[in-house]
């Protein structure tokens, strides 16, 4: 499973995703973590909304297709709840 997430440095929501991300079970994750204050485009477009988590659709090239917004979870979301959503947006 391919996420991305769009994360800037000292966002304590994007640290606390990225490290639930970290103990997720049951399927492996590719993690690809995008720092929007490294482009322009990113900041404007995110600034106000990360941390922004996006699937990238099995057997796709992130070049070719347009990954999946998953929706938000709360900050106190378990791990657990995480997996569950990514179990279904996974299908």
């Keep these: 499973m391919h996420l991305i997430l769009y994360s800037k440095p000292g966002c304590h929501l994007c640290e606390g995703l990225q490290e639930k991300l970290s103990k997720v079970q049951g399927f492996e994750i590719e993690l690809e973590v995008r720092d929007i204050t490294s482009r322009d485009d990113w900041f404007q477009a995110y600034q106000y909304e990360i941390p922004l988590l996006f699937l990238v659709p099995a057997d796709a090239a992130v070049e070719t297709v347009s990954p999946v917004l998953l929706p938000r ?6 791990v657990r709840q995480l997996e569950q959503l990514l179990q279904k947006y996974r299908s």
């Excluded at 979870?73 to 378990?78: K, Y």
Aim: net charge positive; hydrophobic share 35%; aromatic share 0%.
């Design 73 to 78: 979870l709360s900050p106190r979301a378990s």
